[in-house]
């Protein structure tokens, strides 16, 4: 989900129920694209580190917000992109 305010882009996003990290975001996105259960994915750590991507967003060291940069990689039968806004698209690949 785009960030429309003026505040800086975090990876840690509201989805109702508290607080969800991107790693998490990226796995339901994924289980919703392909229509499956959340238990049936392999772990996303077999593709990319989740602490990594966590903290390619994260603010810089001097504290700054990362106003720009995505991330793209497979997971599952799925192309998955991160941006730095917290936004996450899923779109199916055709040979899975």
Known sequence: MPNTTDSPPHPRLPDGSGNVSLPTKV??????????????????YGVI?????????????????????RVVFEYCGCKVIVT??????????DDH
């Open 49 to 69: 580190e989740p602490d990594a991507l966590t903290a390619l967003f994260d603010s810089r060291s001097n504290g700054t917000p990362r106003t720009s940069g």
């Open 84 to 93: 730095s806004t917290g936004d996450v698209q899923t779109t199916l690949l």
């Open 27 to 44: 796995v339901r996105q994924v289980a919703a694209e392909k229509d499956v259960a959340l238990s049936t994915l392999d772990p996303l």
